[in-house]
């Protein structure tokens, strides 16, 4: 008896010690967690809809300025008819909430940072690498506006007219829908254009992928240092169209319609190369790779051999327009774009 007696006290210390362990660790280690939670949880229910925006009346021709790293900005196109600069940000108290600077012709958006760790806190909870996406604010603003996002953690622009420029450390940039020049540098991200019209495209990478789909300009700069690039219906447009699309380390594929009267450089360091013009082009078109061969498939291209086929002059009707494809390692194609 004494015996069994015994064993029951010490599973009954057993239990107890492991409720005590499990009730340490749920107030202590998770609380951090739970913390955040709630606070997500709470900022969710207020939600962009729950916010009243700010509003700030602007100039015919004004600029907004964003400083600040730490939000994601969805920035798009505000009714027709308005004059003002609308911004949501889903909670506009506290320490940590946007701090928005107002003068006739400027609009600056930025964030007071009050943590010098590792973590900041915003809006109530921690936006550390490793914890939470970034906050999420919306700006709407009339057509004309220019944009400068200094720093941002992420830029989603749509349906805007006005030029645009934009700098970020780590995160994507997606813009669609533009009446405007683009002048993106993205250290290490992502890139992606659609439907873009401008006088000048200029997208500058060090780490990440670049991509172009049905974009217009008279001008292109488009480089990166690891990163492939992707052009569909690229188009160009004006009096002396020019177009520079590079990479140190990655493939290279461009296709759409290239101007007669226009220079085209195509250059990667470590890559392959798929240029596609237009059916009726008017380009010659001087290909060279170090390490690999030339292939071409447009129709009634005269192709003349300068070092077996890895350096070949490509003469598309008139041969007007001039076309450098240049890569170090690997092979290049040309192809009527649109052909199977």
Request: proline content about 3%.
């Amino acid at each position: 008896m004494d015996r069994s007696r015994r064993r029951l006290v010490t599973s009954l210390v057993i239990v107890e010690i492991v409720i005590a362990v499990a009730v340490v660790r749920l107030i202590a280690t998770p609380f951090g967690h739970r913390h955040h939670e709630l606070a997500r949880s709470a900022a969710s229910a207020r939600g962009h809809h729950g916010a009243v925006p700010r509003t700030f009346s602007v100039a015919s021709a004004p600029l907004l300025v964003i400083d600040d790293d730490s939000s994601t900005f969805e920035i798009v196109s505000a009714e027709a008819t308005a004059t003002a600069i609308s911004v949501d940000d889903g909670a506009s108290d506290g320490a940590h909430a946007l701090r928005i600077v107002t003068t006739p012709s400027v609009v600056t958006i930025g964030r007071e940072h009050a943590s010098t760790g590792k973590t900041s806190w915003h809006f109530g909870w921690s936006t550390s690498t490793d914890d939470m996406a970034s906050p999420r604010v919306v700006v709407r603003v009339p057509a004309g506006v220019r944009i400068d996002a200094k720093a941002v953690a992420n830029l989603t622009i749509t349906g805007h007219r006005g030029d645009v420029a934009a700098t970020l450390d780590s995160g994507t940039v997606a813009i669609a829908d533009i009446d405007g020049s683009i002048d993106v540098a993205s250290s290490n991200g992502r890139v992606v254009l659609d439907r873009v019209r401008g006088e000048r495209i200029a997208v500058a990478a060090t780490n990440g992928r670049i991509t172009l789909r049905g974009t217009v300009a008279g001008a292109y700069d488009v480089r990166t240092d690891n990163g492939r690039i992707d052009g569909t219906d690229v188009a160009f447009r004006g009096a002396a169209p020019n177009g520079s699309f590079t990479t140190s380390n990655g493939a290279i594929a461009i296709g759409g319609s290239f101007p007669e009267n226009g220079k085209y450089i195509v250059r990667s360091e470590n890559g392959r190369i798929a240029f596609s013009p237009q059916a009726e082009a008017s380009l010659t078109i001087d290909a060279h790779t170090e390490n690999g061969s030339v292939n071409v498939s447009y129709p009634n291209a005269v192709v003349t051999d300068r070092d077996d086929a890895k350096s070949r002059t490509v003469r598309i009707g008139a041969g007007t327009g001039a076309v450098e494809l240049a890569t170090s390692n690997s092979r290049i194609t040309i192809a009527k774009n649109g052909a199977s």
